[in-house]
């Protein structure tokens, strides 16, 4: 148990570090189709979970504080650490038929409290870019707004081994991140939703010019 919990702080210190990093050394490029309000709930792909963080951190300042939900696990110590670090909390859901009381929870403390939340659209495991329900249920039963984050880096490390093909950006990068506001959305209604930040980029130019 204590070298387990010596490798988490390991971890965790490294993985402060390189977000340090990062924010020092990356360039972000935003394409927003978005009107900030008090509460939304923002929706990214599972790959670019790392570099949400930063993401993140630079919304809180438009919107209010930003509740990210995380898997109850011990991946999700990690997670959360780095939540905390850039100004946001961590909500831990347990995965499985456990997750409905916690969920349950979360809907009801969005009528009390004005906060935005964040969710991977498809985790905690896939399939990759196959958005769960989860999102749009909040969305439509707190009757807030859905906003979708998209990613694309001009320099990163895939893990092309792991499900998700997470993404870790190098230094120097840049990444452009385009966030569009898709109003209130219900879980039977999920709208076709672009994969990447270029993706999201194209959709947009090829619509104007029509």
Known sequence: MKTE??????????????????EKTVK??????????ESQIFGFWHEDSFFMNLVLDRLADKTTPVDVIVTADTRGNYIEHMIKRCGGNALRVPDGYKAFGALKKIVCDSYEKAHSIAVALDGPLGPRHEPKKLAFYLSEHAEESFVGISLSYSSCIRLT????????????TTVDVAVKDYGVVSKKAIPDLPVSAEAQIREVCITQTV
């Open 28 to 37: 972000i490029n935003w394409h927003e189709e978005n009107e900030y309000g």
């Open 5 to 22: 919990k010596i490798t988490e702080n390991v971890l965790q210190w490294l993985f402060t570090k390189y977000l340090t990093l990062l």
């Open 161 to 172: 081994r792991r499900w998700d093909k997470y993404v870790i950006p190098l230094p120097f």
